[in-house]
């Protein structure tokens, strides 16, 4: 089972899928709690309990760390890059294989993009990945959830969970969250814009872009790899970090230090 990383809250998403424990899993489970309840009746419920933190340590703990060890073998260029970022650039990678065929136009947003632009690596300690496809890139992603779940995807949520169209796309792959927001074409203030989450009232204004810039998507550089971002990023990443979008706020993993 792998560690899902914090998702936005489940009452704002609708799950679309969501993989069940084996059934080898529950039988073990079942089998280990009946011989302690035989053993010591009185104290299942304290093992039970002691069996879960332990589960749970094992998963966030151990887990990622053995992950991290078999990924620098498995990329050697990337022996040197800390454990959340080689997990992180791996389930990337693995997710655009996945859709390779698919032939969907993703780009960098949001803290990925600021990463990708300021230091060819993802910003902080990156625990997610921040995409953005357009409308009409859409139905090949909704399409595609099958083919994810059936390379080990558990997890996936659409956003908002009813009641207008879907805004966001969060698919765990990897014990990592990819986070896939659409952007539309809006007429704001009579200007045709293309427009991502609304339902965030506090970040409208700086998810919004110019036609041009998703319609002339360019190539960036993350970890030696090539990405696409919108035309124009350093009018977005001021819009939406700050004029010291360019001065990171704390220690950060530098690929290779552009600005």
């Known amino acids: 089972m792998e560690n899902h990383p914090k998702t936005d809250s489940s009452k704002e998403y609708k799950l679309l899928h969501l993989e069940k424990k084996s059934w080898l899993h529950r039988l073990t489970k079942k089998l280990i709690l009946k011989i302690l309840s035989k053993l010591s009746p009185n104290k299942s419920l304290s093992y039970k309990n002691k069996i879960i933190a332990i589960r749970v340590k094992i998963i966030k703990e151990f887990l990622p760390i053995l992950k991290s060890i078999f990924l620098k ?3 050697p260029a990337y022996f ?13 990678l693995k997710f655009l294989k996945i859709l390779e065929k698919k032939k969907i136009d ?4 949001d803290g990925s993009l600021l990463g990708a632009i300021r230091q060819e690596s993802f910003a902080g300690r990156p625990h997610d990945v921040d995409l953005g496809i357009k409308q009409d890139q859409i139905p090949k992603l909704l399409d595609s959830i ?3 779940v059936s390379h080990g995807s558990p997890y996936v949520k659409a956003r908002p969970a009813a009641g207008d169209k879907m ?4 698919i765990i792959l990897e014990g990592i969250l990819i986070d896939v927001e659409f952007f539309r074409k809006q007429k704001i203030e009579g200007v045709e814009m293309w427009e991502g989450q609304t339902y965030d009232k506090s970040r409208t204004d700086t998810n919004r872009f110019p036609i041009e810039d998703l319609e002339n998507l360019k190539p960036v550089k993350a970890y030696g790899k090539t990405f696409m971002s919108p035309s124009n990023p350093e009018r977005y990443l001021e819009k939406r970090f700050g004029k010291n979008w360019r001065e990171p706020d704390k220690e950060q993993f530098l ?4 600005i």
């Open 73 to 75: 073998f498995k990329y």
């Open 80 to 92: 040197r890059l800390p454990s959340q970022h080689i997990r992180t650039i791996h389930a990337l």
């Open 106 to 109: 993703f780009f960098l947003v």
């Open 146 to 148: 099958p083919l994810l």
């Open 167 to 170: 805004q966001k796309l969060q």
């Open 255 to 258: 690929w290779n230090k552009r």
